[in-house]
């Protein structure tokens, strides 16, 4: 038989699934695991969008739907932006998740051989997608000079003649950082002068802290916007995002999904509808405040501990943290932290090259009495 295609190779698989796992096993056995390594809401979806899904069910609404989705939930997207720079609904997709939308952008815009700028630290499935499409990933380190993220200048310096595009996450995923609003502007116009594409992940938006983050719409409709109904929307297994493009563009994206994937899921669909609605808004805005109540009690509790985290985070619901104090192997310490703690946590080695065996992330979706727990057998694992 013939081997698997060499782009395989270059694909990892989530190490945090084998903590996750090994985190099941030992809860089959009894133990008590404070998880602190999933990147999900641990909220169940809010109780508007589960009656609407039933009710579409109910109404047999169980047929395809156009391939960019229902002209309704696209409307209701557009109307989610500011009327100073909303989108017309025709240039938005609905796809299978945020990975779906991804999918979409890659498979429009890589050729063999081109370049993709992504910041390091940061999520793995970036890379991948573009791997999938034959392009190559062009990790940049960043640190806590540049908030963890992308500079106009550090991607002027990393550009080169195969250079296709350059993909942002604003809030991010390990670190939870925002790209500050002004350097947003300088990104885009760089990337304009430059000739390339630029796509920004904003999945996180609406999960933020003290501040607003701004969409990168803001400042062009030239670019593509990522987002998903998964973490501020609490809909992870809905598996339901979309997209943002270009106006010229649209045409090859739906094309593209008619292809891959025909559309996405139409119960789901419906359900999102009711996202929008007042009082499923009420209700996310609470949850907001919440996670905002566990960030502000687990940053400072971790660097009491001795953890370095340079940076406050301003959205999501992670905390990157150097455990250099501790290890110079994140992912040792990480297993050992589980068997003999009781802590779930995810080593750096997921999200890049950039000094991962330094690092760790710490994830709040989890209620405070359970961190207050996980807090306490760190604590005394560190001591013992």
Same mark, same amino acid.
């Given at each position: 038989?013939?081997?698997?295609?060499?782009?395989?190779?270059?694909?990892?698989?989530?190490?945090?699934?084998?903590?996750?796992?090994?985190?099941?096993?030992?809860?089959?056995?009894?133990?008590?695991?404070?998880?602190?390594?999933?990147?999900?809401?641990?909220?169940? #979806?809010?109780?508007?969008?589960?009656?609407?899904?039933?009710?579409?069910?109910?109404?047999?609404?169980?047929?395809?739907?156009?391939?960019?989705?229902?002209?309704?939930?696209?409307?209701?997207?557009?109307?989610?932006?500011?009327?100073?720079?909303?989108?017309?609904?025709?240039?938005?997709?609905?796809?299978?998740?945020?990975?779906?939308?991804?999918?979409?952008?890659?498979?429009?815009?890589?050729?063999?051989?081109?370049?993709?700028?992504?910041?390091?630290?940061?999520?793995?499935?970036?890379?991948?997608?573009?791997?999938?499409?034959?392009?190559?990933?062009?990790?940049?380190?960043?640190?806590?000079?540049?908030?963890?993220?992308?500079?106009?200048?550090?991607?002027?310096?990393?550009?080169?003649?195969?250079?296709?595009?350059?993909?942002?996450?604003?809030?991010?995923?390990?670190?939870?950082?925002?790209?500050?609003?002004?350097?947003?502007?300088?990104?885009?116009?760089?990337?304009?002068?430059?000739?390339?594409?630029?796509?920004?992940?904003?999945?996180?938006?609406?999960?933020?802290?003290?501040?607003?983050?701004?969409?990168?719409?803001?400042?062009?409709?030239?670019?593509?916007?990522?987002?998903?109904?998964?973490?501020?929307?609490?809909?992870?297994?809905?598996?339901?995002?979309?997209?943002?493009?270009?106006?010229?563009?649209?045409?090859?994206?739906?094309?593209?999904?008619?292809?891959?994937?025909?559309?996405?899921?139409?119960?789901?669909?419906?359900?999102?509808?009711?996202?929008?609605?007042?009082?499923?808004?009420?209700?996310?805005?609470?949850?907001?405040?919440?996670?905002?109540?566990?960030?502000?009690?687990?940053?400072?509790?971790?660097?009491?501990?001795?953890?370095?985290?340079?940076?406050?985070?301003?959205?999501?619901?992670?905390?990157?943290?150097?455990? #250099?104090?501790?290890?110079?192997?994140?992912?040792?310490?990480?297993?050992?932290?589980?068997?003999?703690?009781?802590?779930?946590?995810?080593?750096?080695?997921?999200?890049?090259?950039?000094?991962?065996?330094?690092?760790?992330?710490?994830?709040?979706?989890?209620?405070?009495?359970?961190?207050?727990?996980?807090?306490?057998?760190?604590?005394?694992?560190?001591?013992?």
């Amino acid at each position: 038989m013939k081997p698997f295609a060499s782009r395989l190779a270059g694909i990892e698989p989530f190490h945090v699934m084998d903590i996750l796992a090994q985190a099941r096993v030992l809860e089959a056995q009894g133990r008590s695991v404070i998880h602190m390594e999933i990147g999900e809401p641990d909220f169940p #979806s809010a109780e508007g969008i589960v009656a609407a899904g039933i009710e579409a069910l109910r109404r047999g609404c169980t047929h395809y739907t156009p391939a960019l989705g229902l002209p309704e939930l696209r409307a209701a997207i557009a109307n989610s932006y500011p009327a100073a720079f909303r989108p017309d609904p025709a240039r938005i997709a609905v796809t299978p998740g945020a990975s779906g939308a991804l999918a979409l952008v890659f498979a429009a815009l890589v050729d063999p051989g081109d370049r993709v700028l992504l910041a390091d630290p940061g999520y793995p499935c970036n890379r991948h997608f573009v791997r999938l499409f034959e392009g190559e990933a062009v990790s940049v380190p960043v640190d806590a000079a540049t908030g963890y993220q992308l500079t106009a200048e550090l991607i002027r310096r990393h550009w080169t003649a195969r250079t296709r595009a350059v993909l942002l996450a604003s809030p991010s995923n390990p670190t939870g950082t925002i790209v500050p609003d002004a350097e947003m502007g300088r990104i885009v116009h760089t990337v304009a002068e430059l000739g390339g594409a630029l796509i920004v992940d904003e999945i996180y938006h609406g999960l933020t802290y003290g501040v607003e983050a701004a969409s990168a719409l803001a400042h062009s409709p030239e670019l593509f916007v990522v987002n998903s109904f998964s973490k501020y929307y609490g809909m992870t297994g809905w598996r339901l995002g979309w997209l943002v493009a270009p106006r010229a563009r649209i045409g090859a994206i739906d094309k593209l999904a008619q292809n891959m994937f025909l559309a996405a899921s139409t119960p789901a669909q419906y359900a999102a509808l009711a996202a929008f609605e007042p009082d499923v808004q009420r209700e996310l805005r609470r949850r907001r405040d919440i996670f905002q109540e566990r960030r502000d009690f687990l940053l400072p509790e971790l660097r009491r501990l001795g953890f370095e985290i340079p940076v406050t985070p301003q959205g999501a619901f992670y905390l990157y943290a150097d455990c #250099s104090r501790f290890t110079r192997d994140s992912e040792a310490f990480a297993r050992e932290l589980l068997e003999r703690a009781g802590v779930a946590i995810t080593p750096g080695l997921d999200f890049g090259a950039n000094r991962p065996e330094r690092h760790v992330r710490f994830s709040y979706a989890n209620t405070v009495d359970n961190l207050r727990e996980g807090v306490r057998r760190l604590e005394k694992y560190l001591g013992s």
